[in-house]
């Protein structure tokens, strides 16, 4: 039964889980172990599912984290801390998101596999998964205003590394 019940959600959860891998490691190979790795985790800890978020969250969760765990492991990197006492409503950068959006795909693309881990992964929550503040302040434990300073950071990080890559274009 429980073979039965592990295939199931491998079924229904593994292409997005692989995706995101994808997204956050750049390497097919490594996010086909981490897809395997991340539902073997998901499946053991079943129980601790309190059901406070929707199901796929809580596997967006643990697959995102696995993820920056595997990376900062493999490259040895540090997590850049952000005060978590910054001011409620903090202000969405309208002007560097415009930037952002208006780079060319394949210079996009070199810019996200040049930034932190961390910051490459927030932009794909925002730009590629197309999740909400909210969603991602659950996927990332976060409050509001440490998810939108995450991202306005990580935007202005993005927007120098492209700058640094390809002065001629801005």
């Not at 967006?60 to 540090?78: E, H, P």
């Not at 300073?149 to 935007?155: E, K």
Request: charged share 35%; proline share 2%; hydrophobic share 40%.
């Amino acid at each position: 039964m429980d073979a039965e019940r592990f295939a199931v959600l491998y079924d229904r959860y593994s292409p997005k889980v692989f995706q995101k891998c994808i997204g956050m490691t750049r390497d097919r190979d490594l996010a086909k172990d981490l897809t395997h790795d991340i539902f073997v985790k998901v499946f053991l800890n079943l129980s601790k599912f309190d059901h406070r978020s929707k199901f796929g969250t809580w596997v967006y969760s643990i697959t995102y984290n696995y993820c920056l765990d595997t990376i900062r492991k493999s490259k040895r990197l540090r997590e850049e801390e952000i005060d978590e006492r910054t001011e409620e409503g903090v202000p969405m950068d309208e002007s560097s998101e415009a930037q952002l959006l208006g780079l060319r795909a394949e210079r996009l693309d070199h810019v996200l596999k040049e930034i932190e881990a961390t910051d490459r992964a927030i932009l794909l929550m925002k730009y590629e998964d197309e999740l909400s503040v909210v969603d991602m302040q659950d996927a990332l434990g976060l409050g509001e205003s440490a998810v939108k300073m995450r991202l306005l950071r990580a935007r202005e990080r993005a927007m120098a590394k492209y700058a640094e890559l390809y002065p001629e274009e801005l």
